[in-house]
């Protein structure tokens, strides 16, 4: 069975460009909404992204909608602990495509990661 985990260096996850995320309202509040937006980069990345370590400046601080937990999935998917472990891995595959492509270095190391 597939284990969801993050893949370091890969950062599919912060490209915000909401023109691509268009029910952003939907899952986040309006003070989560506004604080997505002003994270969002002139190039749709966030401005917390540091590109040549492709790691996240403020990790330790991000904000909850950038955290794969239970609780936050639950809050904001209404999705049930069971479910937690396919929707995470669905997510980022699809954003993963969406950032490099479905034949990248990234999705690659993903699947072989999470054991797909």
């Not at 590109?51 to 209404?78: K, W």
Request: proline share 4%; glycine share 6%; hydrophobic share 35%.
């Amino acid at each position: 069975m597939a284990n969801w985990q993050c893949v370091k260096q890969c950062g599919a996850c912060c490209h915000l460009d909401p023109a691509e995320r268009p029910d952003l309202k939907e899952y986040l509040s309006p003070a989560e909404l506004e604080k997505y937006l002003s994270m969002v980069g002139e190039d749709g990345w966030c401005v917390n992204f540091d590109h040549t370590s492709r790691e996240c400046r403020i990790y330790a601080n991000r904000p909850r909608f950038c955290r794969v937990e239970l609780e936050t999935f639950q809050d904001m998917y209404g999705i049930e602990p069971e479910e937690l472990n396919e929707f995470a891995i669905d997510c980022c595959r699809q954003q993963i495509e969406g950032v490099y492509g479905d034949r990248s270095l990234e999705i690659l190391r993903f699947d072989k990661a999470v054991g797909l």
